[in-house]
């Protein structure tokens, strides 16, 4: 085997100020970013669900646990393949490969919330509890303002939170979706010798991220159509994240060769 590749250290502060370039404006955005104020119709039975009252996927630890979970199993994956390997040079190449995985899914994490916020504040769409989060001062019971189509107008729910504003497409359906398919493509290429494990693990992955997104809509966090937007980003963004990784990652070490 040749001399594993070596990290510069211009290689390094490009990348960081790369995914600096992509996740401060994130950062912009969500602090002093303007939000579409979208109008909305009386009787239009989408936006005047509740507001939930408990959240199935704890927003707290959401993010937190996907990225944790995220590093572990890779971790786990490239260690496994330099135990395989018994080389002591081949630990230069796992920190390599760690490098440039965990860099492409920062990479692709962050423009997926990019991705996400902009559409987010740009559309203004109305979460389907929106009526009773605003209570706007608009009285939807005389019949002439049922077909109109209101944009002006006060919210007098003290506890109004403009985030009933940011319903498409849905955050936590994208970032699981990249997330997921992130690393089954990983699990695809790194781990084939485990063919049956590594095919109950993507079937997993899957299943906990459509059961994420289900959640989203049952509990009334958003409709249908902005879960299926959210994991059209999260997968375009993994594909496209993916499909560069493994195009300049060294694969010789996988666990098919061991």
């Known amino acids: 085997m040749d001399s594993p590749p070596t990290l510069s250290l211009t290689q390094i502060c490009t990348d960081s100020l790369i995914l600096a370039i992509v996740g401060f ?141 940011l319903s498409f497409p849905s955050g936590h359906s994208s970032y699981a979706m990249f997330c997921g398919l992130f690393l089954a493509i990983y699990l695809h290429k790194r781990a084939k010798k485990f063919k049956l494990g590594t095919s109950l693990l993507q079937i997993a992955l899957f299943g906990l991220v459509f059961y994420i997104g289900c959640t989203r809509i049952f509990e009334y966090h958003h409709h249908w159509s902005d879960v299926i937007a959210g994991f059209l980003v999260g997968l375009i963004c993994a594909i496209f994240v993916s499909l560069n990784l493994y195009k300049t990652l060294d694969l010789e070490t996988s666990l098919q060769d061991t």
């Open 25 to 165: 404006p994130i950062l912009l955005i969500r602090k002093s970013g303007k939000i579409h104020e979208r109008g909305f119709f009386c009787n239009d039975v989408t936006i005047t669900h509740p507001i939930p009252e408990v959240s199935t996927i704890n927003n707290k630890y959401f993010h937190l646990v996907g990225n944790l979970l995220t590093i572990f199993i890779i971790i786990s994956v490239e260690l496994s393949i330099i135990k395989r390997q018994e080389k002591v040079k081949l630990w230069r190449l796992w920190c390599y490969n760690i490098y440039q995985i965990l860099t492409c899914f920062t990479l692709g994490l962050l423009a997926t919330i990019l991705i996400t916020t902009i559409f987010k504040g740009s559309i203004g769409r109305l979460r389907p509890y929106f009526f009773n989060s605003c209570l706007p001062n608009v009285n939807c019971s005389l019949p002439q303002n049922h077909h109109v189509y209101h944009t002006i107008f006060t919210c007098t729910n003290k506890n109004y939170k403009k985030n009933s504003r």
